[in-house]
């Protein structure tokens, strides 16, 4: 579907456009700029999903007026999964995304450049739960075929950690059915109505459906050790990104989002939860604020601190693609130029402890 809407915005860039526009080897290697006049002061931001944790520095950088205090007007469109935000990008909808890292690969894959320039997650933050009524036939990944699982979306980080998830056992994607139930409370309705089987999701609905008795967690990856012990390392997961077009087009605005984004990091590393509930809009929470507060606290770690990529989180990330997605060869991907970290650096430099 994403390759029938390409006509409406070209995304092609060689890679000797990326060299020409000093984005290599996951740094800047053309001149620093000095952040000067923002080229595109509006910038129309597609997400999926916003109200889940997973996305919370970008929320919290809304809500604060931290895009504004770098001369940003960002108009936020919520789509129901990651899949959906991408497509407003490559659609020309969307000049911006806040979506999972991977995305980058994805598209890469595909021919088509797209950069991320700041991270939210330096984990997943995503849980693999089976309904409580069905949880007792699951012993592995290989007792779940024929199950339906609520994802954000189909194509979505949720649904790629579905995939990965029961490959490991030899299964193939389609002997499970994916079913798109978006972020938030439509995931707690789907479970409630009995319209899936299982899901896999972000908090704080996993949390909320954990503490009802509604689902198992059977894998999670809400915590540093969990992305270890699933992935072998941190696998970074929300960021912006766009095109390397735009990347190159606009670096004092893509600065001043990455500004904001890790304003918003280092804001999450101290705030308490009492303050983050404050500060997020009120259906956020769920009608529950307490339960807000604790699956606050449980995924704080794996919160970005800094909006810098790890080292190593690439490879990591890439190593789950190839086994979540056939499309994806890891010998004809470029990882280094699917992220730069010069904006994300400049701004830690900028809002430092």
Request: glycine share 10%.
């Amino acid at each position: 579907m994403l390759d029938k809407r390409l006509g409406r915005r070209r995304l092609l860039q060689s890679t000797a456009a990326l060299a020409g526009a000093g984005l290599v080897g996951g740094a800047w290697t053309g001149p620093l700029f000095a952040q000067g006049k923002i080229e595109k002061p509006k910038v129309a931001l597609a997400v999926g999903g916003k109200s889940a944790l997973y996305y919370l520095a970008l929320t919290i950088a809304e809500q604060k007026g931290f895009f504004k205090d770098e001369g940003l007007d960002v108009e936020i469109s919520d789509f129901a999964g990651g899949s959906r935000s991408l497509q407003a990008l490559v659609g020309g909808s969307a000049d911006v995304v806040a979506g999972a890292y991977e995305h980058t690969i994805r598209m890469q894959a595909r021919g088509q450049m797209v950069q991320s320039f700041v991270l939210i997650g330096r984990g997943m933050q995503i849980a693999i739960g089976i309904k409580s009524d069905r949880a007792d036939k699951v012993k592995s990944a290989a007792d779940v075929k024929g199950m339906k699982f609520g994802v954000s979306a189909p194509g979505s980080s949720t649904h790629m950690l579905v995939n990965y998830w029961i490959s490991k056992a030899g299964l193939k994607p389609s002997d499970v059915a994916a079913i798109g139930v978006g972020a938030g409370a439509s995931v707690v309705a789907a479970v409630d109505k009995g319209e899936i089987d299982g899901i896999s999701q972000t908090d704080p609905a996993v949390t909320m459906l954990q503490q009802q008795g509604a689902i198992k967690v059977v894998l999670d990856t809400r915590t540093m050790q969990g992305n270890i012990d699933v992935f072998g390392g941190p696998l970074p997961a929300a960021s912006l990104y766009s095109t390397a077009e735009f990347v190159k087009a606009n670096p004092n605005t893509v600065q001043a989002m990455a500004n904001a984004i890790v304003r918003a990091n280092r804001w999450l590393q101290t705030a308490t939860p009492d303050q983050v509930a404050d500060t997020v809009p009120a259906a956020y929470l769920l009608g529950d604020r307490e339960l807000y507060k604790k699956a606050f606290a449980n995924v704080r770690e794996v919160m970005s601190p800094d909006g810098v990529m790890p080292e190593g989180a690439p490879a990591t990330c890439l190593k789950f693609m190839a086994a979540s997605d056939a499309n994806v060869k890891p010998d004809t991907v470029k990882l280094d130029l699917t992220w730069t970290n010069a904006f994300a650096s400049k701004a830690a430099e900028k809002y430092k402890a």
